[in-house]
C-alpha cells in the first residue's frame, strides 16, 4: 500500500506564513521577528559563563578574568548556573505536582471535583500503607492528598515513590547521594548551595542537579501524574485530530493552554453545558469548538479526545486565525506576547493563576473551591465574544491529521494483554514487548520529548527524527510538545505504520497500535520511568542496558533540563538537539556527556549527548541503541 500522503514541515510553515500576513495587516509582533531583533545572543550566557549570583558582579569569565570577583572559576560558574536552571524546573513541574494534591483534597460527593478513577487511588494508598479497607472514598483521597503534601515538606526520608524503580536504581542512587529528600528542601538547597560563597565544585553542584531532578520525576512530576488520573481518569486509547484546522470558524474557539488540568477540565465541561451551547447558537455560531495547546491539550486530549490545536511554537498561530474567541490559560509556557497580541484581533486573553500574570490579560482567579463557577464564566465570555469576530481577518488553515493518544502505562499494559492473551496465559507483563526487542523485531525504544526552539526549525528536528527512527524498527513513546508536534504531522496515527520498518509494522499491525505513542505531558514522563522500570524488571536488567534512550531534539525550558537530570539519573541515556548553557567549563561539558572519568556516566549509568545536526542526532541514537542490544548479546 502507498503511504497515506501525511502534511509536511513545508505546508505547515507556508500556512505559518499565511498568518502572519494576517499578523501583518493589523500590526501584530511575532515571535519570528523577536528571534530576529535577538538575534546574535550573548555569548556570555550561551556559554553559562556569566554570573549574576551576587552584587560585586555581574562577573563574566574570559581568558583575560578567569576568575570571577569572588574567586570562583569558570567550572564553578557553569555548574552553578546549571544547577539553578535545574531547580527552577523541579520547582515548577513539582508546584503543578502540588497543585493536583489540592485539588485531590477538594473532592466530595457531587463537588466540582470527584474521583474518577478509584481503584488508582486504592492502588496508590495501598503502596503508601495508607488503610484502604472499607473507607469512604472521599476520606480515602483527602488523607492520600495530605500524606501526598507532606512528601513536599517531610523533614527525615526520601521520596516515597522511589520504590517503583528497580532495586539496583534505588541502590545507585544511595550510593552517589542523590536518593531525593523531600522536595522543596532539594529545590531550597540547590538555591542554598549556589548562594555566593558556598559551593564552587563541579561534582557536587551536579550531584544536586541530579537529585533535584530527581525530586521531580519521582516526586512533584509523579504525584501531578498520578493523581492527575485520580481526578480525572487514567488516560485511555481515544482518537483526535491534530494541528490549526481544529479550528472551525463557525464555532465559538476555545483555546486552553498550559499546565493544570484542573481549569481546561473543568473548561471543557462546560462548553458542552446545553446552556451554554444554546448561548452560543443564539449569537450566530454552530456552537463551542474547545481546543487545546501545549500540555494542556495533551491532558485533555487524551482523556476526551480534545483535539490539539499545535505546540508551543504554534500559540501565537491560533490568535492570528482571527477565529479565536478565548486563549485562557494557567501556567507555564505561556508567552506574555499573548496580551498584545490579542488586542490586534477580538480575541478574549483569560489568564487564571496568581503565578502567571500578565499585562493585556483578564484576569479570572481560578481556584478548586470557584471552579465551576469561574469556568462557566469564561466559557460565557468566551460565546459573547463571537459577535464581536471582524470575518475580514479570519483565515483558519486547511491543515488537519488524525491522531491516537492516551498510552498511559496502564493502557500499555491492557494492549499487551490483548496481544499476548490467546498465546500465553499471563497478563500485566511488559514480557512481550521485551520479547519483540530481544528478537530483534523491534530495535528499541525512544522517548522523545520536549519543546520548540527556534534555534531549531519548529517541529523540524522532532518530525525527521522520528521518521528516521521509525524506518529503523525503533518504536516512539512521547509527550509534551513533541507528542503534538506528531500528532500535526500524522505519525500518531495508525496509517503511521506505512512509515515503519517491517518489524515495527509487524507490531503495530499485531498491537493495532500507531508506531509513535502518545503518553502525555510533560509531567507525565513520570509515565516513561515506570514504564522503564517494569521493562527493566520482566526483563531481569537494569535500566540503562535497556536499548532505550530518551530525546529533547527541540527542548527551551528549565523543566525541561530538570527532566533531562532524572531520566539520566534513572539511567536512560538522553540526546539533546540544542545545547545547555553549559559549554564554558570543559569540566561540567565533561561530567554531563560522559567524556570524563568522573561525571553522569560513572555516577548513574548514563549521560546526555548534544548535537545540533538533526541527522547525526538520529545515527547516535541508533548507534546507542545497537550498542546496548551488542552489550545484551541480542
Ligand atoms: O511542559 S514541552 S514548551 S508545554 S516545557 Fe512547555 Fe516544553 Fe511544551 Fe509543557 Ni514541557
Ligand atoms: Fe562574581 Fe563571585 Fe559574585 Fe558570582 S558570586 S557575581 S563570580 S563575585
Not at 55 to 80: L, Y
Request: hydrophobic share 40%; net charge negative; aromatic share 6%.
Amino acid at each position: 500500500m502507498e503511504p497515506k500522503k501525511l502534511v509536511t514541515i513545508e505546508e505547515m510553515e507556508a500556512a505559518t506564513e499565511r498568518l502572519l500576513e494576517t499578523g501583518a495587516l493589523v500590526g501584530a509582533d511575532s515571535w519570528q521577528q523577536r528571534v530576529k531583533n535577538q538575534t546574535p545572543h550573548c555569548k556570555f550566557g550561551e556559554e553559562g559563563i556569566c554570573c549574576r549570583i551576587c552584587s560585586m558582579g555581574p562577573c563574566r569569565i574570559t581568558p583575560k578574568a578567569p576568575r570571577g570577583i569572588c574567586g570562583c572559576d569558570v567550572h564553578g560558574i557553569v555548574a552553578r548556573n546549571f544547577l539553578r536552571f535545574t531547580a527552577g524546573g523541579s520547582a515548577t513541574h513539582s508546584d503543578h505536582g502540588r497543585e493536583i494534591c489540592h485539588t485531590l483534597h477538594e473532592t466530595r460527593e457531587g463537588g466540582n471535583y470527584t474521583v474518577k478513577d478509584p481503584e488508582k487511588l486504592i492502588r496508590i494508598a495501598t503502596e503508601w500503607d495508607i488503610p484502604t479497607e472499607g473507607r469512604d472514598i472521599y476520606d480515602l483521597a483527602h488523607e492520600v492528598s495530605e500524606t501526598a503534601l507532606l512528601e513536599y515538606g517531610k523533614p527525615f526520608g526520601t521520596q516515597r515513590f522511589l520504590k517503583r524503580a528497580p532495586k539496583e536504581r534505588q541502590e545507585v542512587w544511595e550510593r552517589e547521594g542523590i536518593a531525593p529528600r523531600a522536595i522543596d528542601r532539594e529545590v531550597s538547597q540547590a538555591l542554598h548551595m549556589t548562594h555566593m560563597g558556598c559551593s564552587s565544585l563541579p561534582e557536587a553542584l551536579l550531584k544536586q542537579s541530579l537529585r533535584c531532578g530527581l525530586s521531580d520525576g519521582w516526586g512533584g512530576s509523579m504525584m501531578g501524574t498520578e493523581f492527575s488520573d485520580v481526578l480525572f481518569g487514567t488516560p485511555k486509547p481515544l482518537d483526535t485530530t491534530a494541528n490549526l484546522g481544529v479550528m472551525d470558524k463557525d464555532m465559538v474557539n476555545i483555546i486552553v493552554h498550559g499546565h493544570d488540568p484542573s481549569l481546561s477540565e473543568m473548561v471543557v465541561f462546560y462548553a458542552q453545558d446545553p446552556e451554554m451551547i444554546a448561548l452560543a447558537k443564539s449569537v450566530g455560531a454552530k456552537g463551542i469548538n474547545v481546543a487545546g495547546v501545549c500540555c494542556t491539550s495533551n491532558e485533555v486530549a487524551m482523556r476526551h479526545g480534545i483535539p490539539m490545536a499545535g505546540n508551543f511554537l504554534q500559540q501565537e498561530n491560533v490568535v492570528l486565525t482571527g477565529a479565536c474567541e478565548a486563549i485562557v490559560v494557567d501556567v507555564q509556557c505561556i508567552f506574555p506576547a499573548l496580551g498584545p497580541l490579542s488586542k490586534c484581533f477580538h480575541t478574549k486573553f483569560i489568564t487564571t493563576s496568581n503565578i502567571a500574570r500578565m499585562p493585556d490579560s483578564e484576569f479570572i482567579q481560578f481556584s478548586p473551591e470557584n471552579a465551576g463557577e469561574n469556568a462557566k464564566a469564561i466559557v460565557k465570555m468566551a460565546v459573547e465574544n463571537f459577535k464581536n469576530r471582524k470575518p475580514e481577518l479570519v483565515y483558519i488553515p486547511d491543515i488537519k491529521e488524525t491522531a491516537t493518544v492516551g498510552y498511559s502505562v496502564e493502557a500499555i499494559e491492557k494492549t499487551l494483554d490483548t496481544v499476548t492473551n490467546p498465546f500465553v496465559d499471563v497478563t500485566g507483563t511488559m514480557k512481550p514487548l521485551v520479547e519483540c526487542v530481544e528478537s530483534g523485531v523491534l530495535r528499541g525504544a525512544v522517548a522523545m520529548v520536549g519543546c520548540n526552539n527556534p534555534r531549531v526549525r519548529a517541529d523540524y528536528a522532532h518530525i525527521e527524527l522520528m521518521k528516521k527512527l521509525l524506518k529503523n524498527d525503533i518504536i516512539l513513546v512521547l509527550s509534551g510538545c513533541s507528542a503534538q508536534a506528531a500528532a500535526k504531522a500524522g505519525l500518531m496515527s495508525k496509517d503511521a505504520k506505512e512509515l515503519c520498518g517491517a518489524g515495527l509494522k509487524r507490531v503495530c499491525e499485531l498491537a493495532d497500535i500507531p508506531p509513535v505513542l502518545h503518553m502525555g505531558s510533560c509531567v507525565d514522563i513520570s509515565r516513561m520511568m515506570i514504564l522503564a522500570s517494569r521493562i527493566a524488571e520482566d526483563w531481569g536488567i537494569d535500566i540503562p542496558q535497556i536499548p532505550l534512550v530518551g530525546c529533547a531534539p527541540e527542548w527551551m525550558s528549565e523543566k525541561a533540563v530538570s527532566i533531562g537530570n532524572y531520566v539520566v539519573a534513572t539511567g536512560i541515556d538522553t540526546f539533546l538537539g540544542v545545547s545547555p548553557q553549559a559549554s564554558g567549563s570543559s569540566q561540567v561539558w565533561d561530567m554531563l556527556t560522559g567524556a570524563g572519568d568522573n561525571g553522569y556516566k560513572q555516577w548513574v549509568g548514563a549521560n546526555f549527548t548534544v548535537e545540533t545536526d538533526v541527522e547525526k542526532l538520529g545515527d547516535l541514537m541508533i548507534q546507542r541503541i545497537e550498542e546496548k542490544r551488542a552489550a545484551l548479546g541480542i
